[in-house]
């Protein structure tokens, strides 16, 4: 069976191999943004928040979020082409998987449970699963890591701005 993107032609078997990786971490990225999304309900809760002078306006959450996307997708293709042990690769895939677990966990935490103080204590998790596969693809995929370095400066941001929140609206639910 021959498939055509545009002028060129090839084999279905060639374009999996050569687009594959694409449309997997597009859409594995796809589902971790919507699912992020459906469990981040800005409500009465969250405006009445006490929150830091300096915290960007709602508004650019989306737009930094759409970039940071692009980015773990370009650095997922990237490393899914550059790492060619089975078992490394192996390992890169399931890092990725861990961090859009974590990043999932992370704005249900926060946003459903309106437990600030937990996901305090989960993002530093969810840092560690960014810098994993970064330093996986530094060792194996040269400067692709980068793509992940404003995800990683995001969450480092976030954790920060999370930590903020929970000093200045504390106590959460029962202590943990």
């Given at each position: 069976m021959r498939i055509c993107?545009?002028?060129r032609c090839g084999s279905v078997k060639a374009f999996l191999a050569s687009w594959g990786a694409v449309l997997v971490a597009a859409f594995g990225v796809t589902v971790m943004a919507g699912a992020g999304m459906s469990?981040?309900?800005l409500d009465h809760w969250y405006y009445n928040l006490k929150k830091p002078s300096w915290q960007p306006p709602?508004?650019?959450f989306g737009p930094a979020w759409t970039l940071i996307f692009i980015g773990e997708v370009t650095a997922a293709v990237i490393g899914w082409h550059a790492i060619t042990n089975f078992w490394?690769?192996?390992l890169f895939i399931i890092l990725l998987l861990i961090n859009a677990v974590l990043n999932i966990l992370w704005s249900y935490f926060f946003f459903k449970l309106r437990r600030p103080d937990i996901a305090r204590k989960e993002v530093l998790f969810l840092w560690?699963?960014?810098?994993?596969p970064?330093?996986?693809l530094a060792v194996y995929a040269g400067k692709a890591w980068l793509y992940l370095l404003p995800y990683l400066l995001w969450v480092s941001f976030a954790a920060i701005l999370n930590d903020a929140i929970v000093r200045l609206n504390a106590p959460f639910g029962e202590a943990l």
């Open positions: 993107i545009g002028p469990l981040t309900v709602d508004w650019l490394v690769t192996t560690l699963s960014i810098a994993a970064m330093l996986l």
